[in-house]
């Protein structure tokens, strides 16, 4: 997900602010859409078996790790399978369907990348003074006006891309195959800052919402 196998774009791709240049850029998330199954509020979910699918098992070993710890904070029975999968094969859609079997769980939560796109980000130019700061800071109206167009006081505007992922999540009856919940999310900034707190957020914005859903 990010500086540790890449990127979210990676990380989440492994399960997905503009700023200026003088700020850090960090991976965000926030919630697109999402649905519940209006029968489905306020019943308990029993066992919840984590399975998740990516191009990085160890993005989706901390995405696992962490969903399963703040769902038992809320006191889900919460059991991430450690079952990862990258790619679409006969294989490999034999092998989830046991994962799902083995895990012998009431409900199944089954998180993918849908996409990652790229755009560029122009930050705006601006006039400095002494240490960085803007320049009006230090010598008033007049003075703004005479250094404007000082090219040595000009900090030209920056250029930086930033890599969006989107991701959906998704809660399954495990007997019936029946969708009981659904998350779109993307995450801004996918491929900067650390992966564990980017997958401590990334998890809290969907478990907040199972809770407003009344899903948990």
């Known amino acids: 997900m990010f500086n540790t196998s890449r ?5 989440l791709v492994a399960l997905g ?5 003088a700020c850090a850029k960090i ?15 306020g019943k308990k979910l029993g066992r919840v078996a984590i399975i998740t699918v990516a191009e ?7 995405f696992q790790d962490e969903m399963a710890k703040q769902l038992r904070a809320r006191g889900v029975d919460a059991v991430p399978t450690h079952r ?4 679409r094969s006969p294989a490999e859609e034999a092998r989830f369907r046991r994962a799902v079997a083995d895990a012998q769980a009431d409900t199944v939560m089954l998180a993918r990348v849908i996409r990652a796109d790229e755009k560029t980000i122009k930050t705006a130019g601006i006039v400095t003074g002494p240490g960085g700061a803007p320049l009006a800071q ?5 003075g703004m006006f005479a250094q404007t167009f000082a090219p040595a ?6 250029y930086y891309t930033q890599v969006n992922v989107y991701t959906d999540t998704w809660l399954f009856d495990a007997k019936s195959e029946k969708l009981l919940w659904s998350a779109r999310t993307k995450t801004t900034n996918a491929d900067q800052g ?6 401590d957020q990334f998890v809290g914005v969907l478990v907040r919402q199972m809770g407003d859903d009344r899903v948990i």
Do not use: I
């Not at 602010?17 to 240049?21: C, P, S």
């Not at 991976?27 to 509020?41: I, K, N, P, V």
């Not at 990085?56 to 901390?62: R, T």
């Not at 990862?84 to 790619?87: D, I, N, S, W």
């Open 7 to 11: 990127s979210l774009a990676v990380a």
């Open 17 to 21: 602010l503009a700023v200026t240049a």
């Open 27 to 41: 991976a965000r998330t926030s919630l697109e859409e999402h649905w519940s199954d209006s029968a489905q509020g």
């Open 56 to 62: 990085d098992e160890f993005a989706q070993q901390k």
């Open 84 to 87: 990862y999968f990258t790619h």
């Open 138 to 142: 230090g010598v008033g109206m007049y």
């Open 153 to 158: 006081n000009y900090v030209l505007p920056d």
């Open 194 to 199: 650390d992966l564990t707190p980017a997958v």
